[in-house]
């Protein structure tokens, strides 16, 4: 079950899929498309946020929100530091590799970022990007969240 959070995180998501999948024209979602420094000033607000022991959320200033979607990172893992390698070629969207250090197993990992959006700017971690625009979802296993019902019958007592 979806609570209301994030239900609310997911519509979100749906929303910015619709505005960049749907619309074919360039001219419109050049709208969404912020300025290759501004998208970089965003990831690093949202990679500075990480660091500082942030969840991923809103972050930035009053004058700039920046939202990070990044459901990949582990709960006790930290950021140690990072480098932002360069922007990578995306239709629709500023996408940046970045060089993770991580803390809690230490560990290093090279990332994509995506950022989308004007204002709020949006900082999405490519396969939470891919999600959305696949329209997918992480689900629970069902095998450890059913419990079994006696009253159902068994595929082994049927006849």
């Excluded at 209301?4 to 505005?19: G, H, Q």
């Excluded at 991580?102 to 970022?113: G, H, I, T, V």
């Excluded at 900082?123 to 069902?142: K, L, S, T």
Aim: with cysteine.
């Amino acid at each position: 079950m979806i609570c209301a959070a994030n239900r609310r995180w997911w519509l979100a998501y749906v929303s910015i899929a619709a505005i960049l999948g749907c619309d074919t024209s360039a001219e419109k979602s050049a709208r969404f498309l912020p300025a290759p420094e501004l998208a970089e000033q965003a990831l690093a607000s949202a990679l500075d946020g990480w660091k500082s022991g942030q969840e991923p959320s809103s972050v930035g200033s009053p004058q700039r929100r920046v939202i990070v979607a990044d459901s990949h990172r582990r709960p006790a893992q930290t950021l140690r530091a990072y480098k932002i390698v360069g922007e990578a070629p995306m239709d629709g969207g500023r996408r940046f590799v970045v060089r993770l250090s991580l803390e809690n197993p230490s560990q290093e990992e090279r990332a994509k970022f995506l950022i989308v959006g004007v204002d709020p700017l949006w900082v999405f971690r490519q396969e939470d990007y891919d999600m959305i625009a696949h329209w997918d979802h992480p689900m629970p296993d069902e095998a450890a969240t059913e419990t079994p019902n006696e009253s159902t019958p068994n595929e082994a007592d049927a006849p």
